[in-house]
């Protein structure tokens, strides 16, 4: 049996999670259109650049394109992004893992709720190197530390989201069985 005040911190961590899921969802939304015509997929392509020769094609060819103010722009506005993502996948861990009602699953929810708080260390010290690639100071060490970053943080996130899936297919299967919990 759960605690009383379980079910009320639990409605606080489903309002908190689909506060910032939906808040995360329109800031995409908005950002596609205030970063146009540069695309997220330019922008990973940067975060992933690796070499130098490779970052500075990119760099040029946003000049080339009037990308490259855009550029600028992504890397001081994803400050704002890195928050509302975390936030929401890391709620989500928790919410939806403590749906199931399992309790493995629940303390493997707390588990990566901590664990994408590493993805957003990682994301804003890979996001202050682009920011300083992107203002000329255009290093080995960056770039590398950039791409390290970016492929931890991807990784993390790609795991978090999985386990979100993993727990939310979990707790369906239970409700077409009849498991009300």
């Avoid at 590493?118 to 960056?142: P, Q, W």
Wanted: hydrophobic share 50%; proline share 2%.
């Amino acid at each position: 049996m759960e605690p009383p005040s379980w079910s009320a911190h639990l409605s606080r961590i489903r309002q908190l999670f689909w506060l910032f899921a939906l808040l995360t969802i329109g800031y995409m939304i908005w950002a596609r259109s205030y970063l146009s015509p540069l695309t997220s997929g330019e922008i990973v392509q940067f975060e992933i650049a690796k070499t130098m020769d490779r970052a500075q094609q990119i760099i040029q060819e946003w000049k080339n394109t009037g990308k490259y103010e855009q550029g600028v722009r992504s890397t001081t506005v994803a400050f704002f992004f890195i928050i509302l993502y975390t936030l929401s996948i890391g709620l989500g861990c928790r919410f939806i893992s403590a749906c199931t009602g399992n309790e493995i699953l629940a303390k493997g929810g707390r588990g990566f709720a901590w664990l994408i708080i590493i993805a957003t260390i990682c994301d804003i010290i890979e996001n202050i190197t682009l920011s300083r690639t992107l203002s000329g100071h255009i290093s080995k060490v960056n770039l590398l530390l950039a791409y390290n970053l970016a492929r931890i943080k991807f990784s993390i996130v790609i795991v978090c989201l999985l386990f979100i899936m993993a727990c939310s297919l979990y707790w369906l299967i239970g409700r077409l069985a009849g498991d009300k919990k």
